[in-house]
């Protein structure tokens, strides 16, 4: 399978708008030492020529005009791009749905929970009816589905249960009285070469299911949007700790470093990185550690063939 990852950035982008931590402050510079980060996303194809996204930020008109091989043609108004994978019901993550509007036939997947918030009070499905052709495929954690006549077997998996701030009362969940799955991570095989990517840019708690998941993958793109738990109260910016934004640090005892060092995957990225995270200034210590460990820091632009 081929990947491009499109944006590496938490909500807001790198630099955000109104942000001036030491980060944003460096990236303005312009001279190259932090790169400029559009909103976490990644694209997947199994030959090159059609392809999927992972979520639809605000940032997508950028994002495809970034890549060749997602600007439309050879038609007049031709795209291949077929779809959309939703991790969640997050605005960073769907509000792109709407520039997507001119657009044909579209798929878009996502679970129960993640369907009711983009019919209720964000009310996106409604809104793209008179538009676009939009077919809205329900998910369900751990059942898989085939993209590209089979080729490529997708299995959603269960994150986290936090709803998005407009979403809160929102009724949703799975049957049975389960977990509302809001938050899903994507795991992606290639039927033909056997490649495993694991896609887990939302990770609430390090669950036996993400490290089922992660085992054998080859290829794993993971949340990385904080360094440490109290990362923004440090900064003076807010008191919500990584884990109350639904976010497992990467440093810590309880982080995802230690645990994600471990893994046997050839390659392993952290994504989806907030504008206060140190691994963005390329000289940092934090930086230097994940480098010494073989862990990547994703960039804009980044090509993978699993």
Known sequence: MLLKIIGTAAGGGFPQWNCACPNCRLARTRDGQALTRMQSSVAVSSDGAAWYLINATPDIRQQIEAQPSLRPGPGLRSTPIAGVLLTDAELDHTIGLLSLREGGQLDIYATGPVMQALAGPFPVRHMLEPYAGARWRAITPDDPFALFGGRLEVTPFCL???APRYAYGCLGGNEGGETPAWVVGYRIEDRLTGGKTVYAPGVEAWSDELER????????????????????????????????????????????????????AARKIYVHINNTNPILNPASSECHTLLALGIEIGYDGMELEV
């Open 160 to 162: 986290g249960s936090k």
């Open 213 to 264: 998941m992660l085992t054998d993958a080859d290829c794993i793109l993971l949340d990385g949007t904080f360094w440490q738990a109290d990362e923004l109260k440090g900064l003076g910016v807010s008191d919500l700790a990584a884990w109350d934004m639904g976010h497992v640090p990467i440093d810590g005892t309880d982080g995802s470093l230690h645990r994600l060092a471990r893994l046997t």
